[in-house]
């Protein structure tokens, strides 16, 4: 991190070390300001008062790497962020007007997107400020995380239950509500069919119908004209003096045949003829049968029309002809057959949900048992860490509990409300001392017992948690000597498995870091400055020295000092 122009820190750059970083130095040096700076960059809340005096603002820069895979780098990337090497370049300005302004990745973004990156980048336990496992949420997480398979294997079955079940319950919501629609769509649907069901027509029945209209609506011009055809080729019987076609034609075909002998020419002009003979006589004959069999009755053409009419009335509402009405009778048949079931379909989804939610009560009665097993072997774990670090009477356990529901699952006889993590509310509490009754740790710690009780926690979850890094503020606030030691010894446990950040006042605790940053302020009788540096060597042993007795040059105090480290490599 670079801190310009906040607090008593005028520029300083903050290099953290990816395992236990101790940040020490005299009081109102600006040890403070560290923390407070990470906070910044983690979205929190932006006091003009923190912008040093003169200055116009404040302003953190960090370099945060970024876990692949995770909501957060999901999170930045939605928010238009780019990646430097796999890790994100993040900005915060407090003006001395109040205002403030995050960027991310080089793209300017509320300052709420800063805190939803925090939830899973850093866990900040200190005086005022405390987030990771105080949230219901992420205890719950941590606890199933830290059972193992024992809550995994029943909460993987209870999971895939849950989806199925409210797969079931929406469509089953989806059906009783749209019930008057689909009633209505259903009454629609049988008035059609019946209508065309009265009717009963046939495929290309309107095309026929409308061609015998046609016929029988000039049934007396048909007739006139196919008579007279008939009398032009054949000749009329009431005029046998009359010349027809036929007749013509049968005497060309006479003349040619006398003289076809004498010439192939005409011999194939009379073979012609002769089938024009014939062609003829066959037109003249269907003339005559057409003229017989038309039908001129006006009753029947009455009938046409009115079936004509009937179909009309089909097509209009429910096809543009015959065919399209007997295509839309089938796909209303096979809907209305759908629409019909609705009721077996409620009685099958409903005898599925019944099942399934007592099945899932089953699960969730199974996943609360493997809870409750897995939470004493955490409380006793942590309590145990707690003796070692001055707090011998302090006693940890988890409330696990449920909301009763009338909509829930049944539950050892209660209906309780169910998620798709289970019916289970847990809840992390603390007895600091015999006598008083378990509260939320929240509640239930000074600041200082919270660090510790958080530590002791965060040892024993180390590994389970997804959260990359771990800040502790006054972790070791009213403690000393061996207490000292044992905080050391953890927060390097701790640090194996995460970035651990710690601000001390304790050498017992610094010792055990993997890098010592001191922040020192000098005093030019005007301006108060700050500035970070890293202790390697002689200047960490002064440092020490310096917390141990309150003088670098001690010879006592080094000895100690160097024995500190000493033990802190050791223990390593």
């Given at each position: 991190?670079?801190?310009?122009?906040?607090?008593?820190?005028?520029?300083?750059?903050?290099?953290?070390?990816?395992?236990?970083?101790?940040?020490?130095?005299?009081?109102?040096?600006?040890?403070?300001?560290?923390?407070?700076?990470?906070g910044?960059?983690?979205?929190?809340?932006?006091?003009?008062?923190?912008?040093?005096?003169?200055?116009?603002?404040?302003?953190?820069?960090?370099?945060?790497?970024?876990?692949?895979?995770?909501?957060?780098?999901?999170?930045?990337?939605e928010a238009?962020?780019?990646?430097?090497?796999?890790?994100?370049?993040?900005?915060r300005?407090?003006s001395?007007?109040?205002?403030?302004?995050?960027?991310?990745?080089?793209?300017?973004?509320?300052?709420?997107?800063?805190?939803?990156?925090?939830?899973?980048?850093?866990?900040?336990?200190?005086?005022?400020?405390?987030?990771?496992?105080?949230?219901?949420?992420?205890?719950?997480?941590?606890?199933?995380?830290?059972?193992?398979?024992?809550?995994a294997?029943?909460?993987?079955?209870?999971?895939?239950?849950?989806?199925?079940l409210?797969?079931?319950?929406?469509e089953?919501?989806?059906?009783?509500?749209r019930?008057?629609?689909?009633?209505?769509?259903?009454?629609?649907?049988?008035?059609?069919?019946?209508?065309?069901?009265?009717?009963?027509?046939?495929?290309?029945?309107?095309?026929?119908?409308?061609?015998?209209?046609?016929?029988?609506?000039?049934?007396?011009?048909?007739?006139?004209?196919?008579?007279?055809?008939?009398?032009?080729?054949?000749?009329?019987?009431?005029?046998?003096?009359?010349?027809?076609?036929?007749?013509?034609?049968?005497?060309?075909?006479?003349?040619?045949?006398?003289?076809?002998?004498?010439?192939?020419?005409?011999?194939?002009?009379?073979?012609?003829?002769?089938?024009?003979?014939?062609?003829?006589?066959?037109?003249?004959?269907?003339?005559?049968?057409?003229?017989?069999?038309?039908?001129?009755?006006?009753?029947?053409?009455?009938?046409?029309?009115?079936?004509?009419?009937?179909?009309?009335?089909?097509?209009?509402?429910?096809?543009?002809?015959?065919?399209?009405?007997?295509?839309?009778?089938?796909?209303?048949?096979?809907?209305?057959?759908?629409?019909?079931?609705?009721?077996?379909?409620?009685?099958?989804?409903?005898?599925?949900?019944?099942?399934?939610?007592?099945?899932?009560?089953?699960?969730?009665?199974?996943l609360t048992?493997?809870?409750?097993?897995?939470?004493?072997?955490?409380?006793?774990?942590?309590?145990a860490?707690?003796?070692?670090?001055?707090?011998?009477?302090?006693?940890?356990?988890?409330?696990?509990?449920?909301?009763?529901?009338?909509?829930?699952?049944?539950?050892?006889?209660?209906?309780?409300?169910?998620?798709?993590?289970?019916?289970?509310e847990?809840?992390?509490?603390?007895?600091?001392?015999?006598?008083?009754?378990?509260?939320?740790?929240?509640?239930?710690?000074?600041?200082?017992?919270?660090?510790?009780?958080?530590?002791?926690?965060?040892?024993?979850?180390?590994?389970?948690?997804?959260?990359?890094?771990?800040?502790?503020?006054?972790?070791?606030?009213?403690?000393?000597?061996?207490?000292?030691?044992?905080?050391?010894?953890?927060?390097?446990?701790?640090?194996?498995?995460?970035?651990?950040?710690?601000?001390?006042?304790?050498?017992?605790?610094?010792?055990?870091?993997?890098?010592?940053?001191?922040?020192?302020?000098?005093?030019?009788?005007?301006?108060?400055?700050?500035?970070?540096?890293?202790?390697?060597?002689?200047?960490?042993?002064?440092?020490?020295?310096?917390?141990?007795?309150?003088?670098?040059?001690?010879?006592?105090?080094?000895?100690?000092a160097?024995?500190?480290?000493?033990?802190?490599?050791?223990?390593?």
């Amino acid at each position: 991190m670079r801190i310009r122009s906040l607090g008593v820190i005028d520029d300083a750059v903050v290099e953290l070390s990816p395992g236990f970083t101790a940040v020490t130095g005299e009081t109102g040096a600006g040890k403070t300001m560290v923390v407070t700076s990470l906070g910044l960059l983690l979205g929190g809340r932006a006091d003009p008062a923190l912008v040093r005096i003169g200055a116009k603002n404040a302003v953190v820069e960090g370099r945060i790497a970024v876990p692949t895979g995770g909501t957060a780098i999901l999170r930045a990337e939605e928010a238009g962020a780019e990646l430097d090497d796999g890790a994100l370049l993040i900005s915060r300005t407090v003006s001395a007007e109040g205002r403030s302004r995050a960027h991310i990745g080089g793209r300017s973004v509320p300052v709420g997107v800063l805190a939803e990156l925090a939830d899973e980048l850093v866990a900040v336990h200190g005086q005022t400020d405390q987030q990771g496992l105080l949230k219901l949420s992420r205890q719950r997480q941590a606890l199933d995380r830290y059972a193992g398979d024992a809550v995994a294997a029943p909460l993987a079955k209870y999971a895939g239950a849950y989806r199925r079940l409210r797969a079931i319950t929406t469509e089953l919501d989806e059906i009783t509500t749209r019930a008057r629609e689909r009633a209505q769509e259903a009454d629609m649907l049988r008035f059609g069919l019946d209508e065309i069901a009265a009717v009963e027509p046939r495929s290309g029945e309107d095309v026929e119908l409308s061609a015998e209209a046609e016929r029988l609506g000039h049934a007396e011009a048909l007739a006139s004209a196919a008579t007279s055809a008939h009398a032009a080729l054949a000749g009329n019987p009431e005029d046998p003096e009359g010349i027809d076609a036929a007749t013509l034609v049968a005497g060309a075909h006479r003349a040619l045949e006398a003289v076809r002998a004498h010439d192939s020419a005409l011999a194939g002009l009379s073979g012609r003829i002769g089938e024009i003979n014939i062609l003829l006589r066959d037109v003249a004959g269907e003339l005559a049968g057409y003229a017989d069999d038309l039908d001129a009755d006006p009753l029947r053409l009455a009938a046409v029309e009115e079936r004509r009419a009937a179909l009309t009335q089909l097509t209009r509402k429910y096809g543009e002809d015959v065919d399209a009405v007997l295509a839309w009778a089938e796909q209303g048949a096979a809907r209305l057959l759908e629409l019909d079931g609705d009721d077996e379909r409620i009685g099958e989804l409903t005898a599925e949900r019944d099942a399934l939610r007592a099945e899932l009560g089953g699960l969730a009665q199974a996943l609360t048992d493997a809870r409750s097993e897995a939470a004493q072997r955490f409380a006793a774990a942590v309590t145990a860490e707690l003796a070692s670090l001055a707090m011998p009477h302090a006693r940890v356990s988890f409330e696990i509990r449920q909301t009763d529901d009338p909509e829930g699952v049944e539950l050892d006889g209660r209906t309780v409300a169910y998620g798709p993590a289970g019916v289970d509310e847990v809840e992390l509490l603390l007895a600091p001392h015999p006598g008083a009754p378990p509260r939320p740790i929240a509640k239930g710690a000074s600041g200082g017992e919270l660090s510790r009780v958080m530590l002791a926690v965060e040892v024993v979850f180390a590994g389970t948690d997804p959260v990359p890094t771990y800040l502790f503020d006054e972790v070791d606030a009213g403690v000393g000597g061996k207490a000292a030691v044992e905080i050391g010894r953890r927060l390097a446990r701790l640090a194996r498995s995460a970035q651990v950040v710690v601000v001390t006042h304790l050498p017992q605790v610094a010792a055990f870091a993997d890098r010592q940053l001191l922040v020192e302020k000098t005093n030019d009788g005007s301006v108060t400055r700050s500035g970070v540096k890293v202790l390697e060597g002689e200047d960490r042993i002064r440092e020490l020295s310096r917390m141990l007795a309150g003088q670098e040059d001690s010879q006592t105090a080094r000895a100690h000092a160097e024995e500190l480290l000493a033990t802190a490599r050791a223990d390593g």
